[in-house]
């Protein structure tokens, strides 16, 4: 009678469910308009149909997600929903080179997607640092049920941005000339496309006594950022999409592409308002001054009421309740406990900066930079057979890691720069297993306790390492980089080609991708190069790192 009830409730649930799922269609003009987001600087952004910033998404566990992107840009562009696992949808991930050859411009691309992941997500163009030029903006996808309860939600986008476009960036950080490249430059910090100087755009405003949960999302090219409200504590319950049991804390640090959400209870009286910390730490940008540069909103309970706020000094805030420690995420316990993979495939990976033997300063995985192939790795899985199994039909540029299916996978990160990086992967999540520092100093090493915290984006601070592990039961072509969208652009990235016999037997390309590839003049079939198999004499394996540099 017990089981019979079990099912039916079961049946009913999921009767509900399916009712009230319902398809989402965006249509999407993808072109170039202009914003002041500072209040000051005026500068080319890339909007949706003709509107800068692109329209937050909201979805429901159980939908369809359709946009229709059309590019009217003068390159070409696509669509990656960042922390999407995009299961048996590889060739919706929008990864240029790996995943897709582009949308070109005048073309078209229509990405589906069952939505089965709940949390704090965004999606942004995955064409080189494209998305630094505003082609950004959050996805929101609610569950049936939350496991906290909570009065509000506010969405707060942070943004480390620029007012200059990204080929301009990016060709100043890779310049044979080292005065060119250690030139200054420094971001300025949005709040939801908003900033400078008027505190009124991009005020928070509570209500005593409520209780809000506020969705995080370091959207940046470039920087970390330190939230954090002055007498405030914040109760932290995802990570990327993952929800967690609650971690209580002053603030919290988000390097780019890291999402977080967090309750916090306003106070019960409206005596005063209170300053928030949207802090940018240029720690993870090579090639410019190290600084933190301070951002302050308000927090307003009564419009006329005093300001508590810290004292910010140049580059220097002080009497803050806001503290720079390193945000620990080993520690958190997800609600959803899974064991940790084994290790099957352990693949260890150094991360270095150097100068290479083209004068670039390149960073790299192993001292092997990336660099995307002319015939995205997926379309080779498809069309070179059994040979799809060798690491070369693929590109030594490309960095391909070949893994059987349902293989349990540890990487290594060790993290050999003065510089932090966060690295996000890919149509998984990383179990965290073990930090420490590259010394071996066993006061450092902290390991994972019972089910370890998942995430999609990992920070790795300087010198020091992580071990980290998924399982290959999603077979695709998955990218992993970092989200320093520069440093990706300057070789820190590698390709995971996980399951090729996988691939083969259950992915048909859409017509309309074949027809982008056709457009933009790259071959639909063949290794890397576009030629048969293992024809790859003219492969390109460098540059190299010069000696002492």
């Known amino acids: 009678m017990l089981l019979r009830l079990a099912c039916y409730c079961y049946v009913a649930l999921s009767a509900i469910f399916l009712a009230t799922a319902k398809p989402v269609v965006l249509d999407w003009d993808l072109m170039y308009t202009s914003a002041k987001p500072d209040g000051k600087n005026e500068r080319r952004v890339i909007g949706v149909?003709?509107?800068?910033?692109?329209p937050v998404i909201y979805v429901d566990v159980g939908d369809t997600l359709t946009i229709n992107a059309n590019n009217k840009l003068d390159e070409p562009t696509s669509l990656h929903t960042h922390g999407f696992f995009q299961n048996g949808t590889n060739y919706?991930?929008?990864?240029?080179?790996?995943?897709?050859?582009?949308?070109?411009?005048?073309?078209s691309y229509t990405y589906r997607m069952n939505i089965t992941q709940s949390g704090t997500y965004w999606i942004h163009s995955h064409y080189k640092a494209q998305y630094v030029d505003g082609l950004r903006t959050p996805l929101i996808s609610r569950a049936a049920a939350e496991h906290y309860k909570y009065d509000e939600e506010v969405v707060l986008m942070l943004e480390a941005w620029y007012n200059r476009n990204s080929h301009d960036i990016n060709d100043q950080l890779l310049s044979t000339s080292e005065a060119i490249r250690l030139k200054s430059f420094l971001p300025t910090t949005l709040v939801n496309s908003r900033g400078g100087s008027d505190v009124n755009v991009t005020k928070l405003t509570f209500t005593p006594g409520k209780k809000y949960r506020l969705r995080l999302?370091?959207?940046s090219g470039t920087g970390m950022?330190?939230?954090?409200?002055?007498?405030?504590?914040l109760d932290v319950i995802e990570l990327d999409g993952v929800d967690s049991e609650i971690k209580t804390v002053p603030s919290i640090q988000l390097s780019a592409g890291q999402r977080a959400s967090v309750l916090v209870t306003?106070?019960?009286?409206?005596?005063?308002?209170?300053?928030?910390?949207?802090?940018?730490?240029?720690?993870?940008?090579?090639?410019?001054?190290?600084?933190?540069l301070p951002y302050t909103g308000v927090v307003e309970y009564a419009p006329n009421a005093p300001l508590i706020a810290p004292t910010v000094i140049g580059h220097n805030t002080i009497n803050t309740t806001m503290t720079w420690d390193f945000f620990d995420d080993i520690d958190m316990v997800p609600i959803d406990k899974r064991p940790s993979p084994g290790v099957n495939k352990w693949l260890p990976l150094e991360v270095r900066t150097a100068i290479y033997d083209d004068r670039r300063e390149h960073m790299a995985f192993n001292n092997r930079t990336y660099s995307p192939p002319l015939v995205p790795s997926l379309i080779t899985a498809l069309t070179t057979g059994y040979q799809g199994w060798y690491p070369d039909?693929?590109?030594?540029?490309?960095?391909?890691?070949?893994?059987?299916?349902?293989?349990?996978?540890?990487?290594?990160?060790?993290?050999?720069?003065?510089?932090?990086?966060?690295?996000h992967i890919h149509g998984h999540n990383f179990f965290i297993i073990v930090r420490g520092t590259v010394?071996?100093?066993?006061?450092n090493r902290k390991e994972a306790v019972g089910f370890p915290m998942r995430r999609d984006t990992i920070t790795v601070p300087p010198l020091s390492y992580a071990l980290v592990r998924f399982k290959a039961d999603n077979p695709g072509i998955w990218m992993m980089h970092c989200h320093m969208q520069f440093h990706n652009e300057q070789g820190l990235a590698l390709t995971f080609v996980e399951a090729p016999f996988q691939i083969i037997n259950d992915t048909k390309l859409p017509d309309q991708m074949l027809k982008n590839c056709?457009?933009?003049?790259?071959p639909t079939s063949g290794n890397a190069m576009g030629l048969k198999g293992l024809d790859l004499a003219n492969d390109a394996h460098g540059p190299y790192p010069l000696a002492g540099f």
């Open 518 to 522: 056709q457009a933009l003049g790259i």
């Open 393 to 423: 039909v693929y590109g030594y540029k490309t960095y391909p890691v070949i893994l059987d299916h349902l293989e349990d996978v540890e990487v290594a990160i060790f993290n050999m720069d003065t510089n932090s990086h966060p690295f």
């Open 225 to 233: 950022i330190r939230f954090g409200i002055e007498n405030h504590m």
């Open 49 to 54: 149909n003709g509107q800068w910033p692109p």
């Open 439 to 443: 010394d071996k100093n066993p006061k």
């Open 92 to 107: 919706y991930d929008g990864a240029v080179g790996a995943t897709e050859c582009g949308i070109p411009p005048n073309g």
């Open 217 to 219: 999302l370091n959207v």
């Open 266 to 292: 306003a106070k019960d009286n409206v005596d005063y308002n209170y300053a928030y910390h949207a802090d940018i730490f240029t720690d993870m940008q090579a090639g410019v001054e190290r600084a933190e």
